[in-house]
């Protein structure tokens, strides 16, 4: 599956309150998030090159509000 680098950086830049929302109550902070996103956006989109830990961010936050936004 190809990252929408379009999607991700909108969701980065002007939806942050999604991202608050959805980690509210999970322990995690909003900012590993926005972290994990901005190394995808600094990379291309490469899920590959994501560490454990962050590819289960991604697949627990970043992935269903992109698909969200994707529909």
Known sequence: MEL???L????????????E?????TGYLAK???GVGTFLLDN???L????????ATY???LKPLL?????
């Open 4 to 6: 929408n680098m379009r």
């Open 8 to 19: 991700l950086k909108s969701l980065l830049s002007k939806r942050g309150d999604e991202i």
């Open 21 to 25: 929302a959805a980690v509210e109550g």
């Open 32 to 34: 590993t998030v926005i």
């Open 44 to 46: 291309e989109g490469d």
């Open 48 to 55: 590959d090159l994501l560490s454990a830990k962050q590819r």
């Open 59 to 61: 697949e627990k936050f």
């Open 67 to 71: 698909d969200a936004a994707a529909r």
